[in-house]
């Protein structure tokens, strides 16, 4: 409470930096409650208050090599609706994994990610997709150059064994509450591999 954006980004990067990485294509993402809806943005001078959220997204980079993730962290309490919108968040995550096997298509993905919105009540919550590719990235994006190869909505793109994807389960301004979770997921016979492995459970600190 009290400490800023801008503290939370220099701690990030400094431990970052410290375990060896290298300087990623994107800085991360920091931001609280208020600027929730500002896509690609990042920290401020803002001081965190109790009941903000604080969006975190961001990535190691090892030889170009990036491997993004991203959480929620509620300040002192979490609001109404939090815990409810959390476990959906990371159950649609679970489903788009599971779908995420070589030979399924980036929709069919999507389409397992929205199944579990919508049979929790939410069907009127739709993102333009529910992760991209990723890998080798250079500034200003860790999603290589142009468009990103996204799980759309109705994508015919058709998955491969060995591509590798940032996984997201984004719920934010659902009139329910609001929570962030985001992985990279290797796609494998078995379905999608996270490779990262922090916790996904909602956080109050």
Do not use: K
Request: include cysteine.
């Amino acid at each position: 409470m009290g400490v800023t954006e801008r503290a939370i980004a220099t701690a990030a990067v400094t431990a970052m930096m410290a375990a060896g990485g290298e300087p990623p294509a994107f800085w991360p993402f920091i931001r609280a409650t208020s600027r929730f809806n500002e896509d690609h943005t990042t920290w401020t001078d803002y001081p965190l208050r109790p009941g903000d959220g604080l969006f975190v997204e961001l990535s190691g980079s090892i030889g170009r090599y990036h491997a993004p993730m991203g959480r929620m962290i509620f300040v002192d309490e979490a609001p109404p609706g939090s815990e409810f919108v959390s476990e959906v968040c990371i159950a649609a995550f679970d489903a788009a994994c599971d779908a995420a096997r070589p030979g399924a298509r980036a929709g069919e993905v999507y389409a397992a990610w929205q199944w579990v919105v919508d049979a929790a009540g939410l069907s009127h919550y739709r993102r333009h997709h529910c992760g991209y590719a990723t890998g080798i990235g250079f500034p200003p994006s860790w999603s290589g150059n142009g468009v990103p190869r996204a799980l759309r909505p109705d994508s015919p793109t058709e998955l491969v064994d060995g591509m590798v994807f940032h996984m997201m389960s984004w719920m934010l301004e659902t009139g329910a509450g609001d929570y962030f979770v985001s992985d990279t997921v290797a796609i494998t016979a078995a379905g999608g591999e996270r490779l990262t492995t922090a916790s996904r459970e909602l956080r109050v600190m």
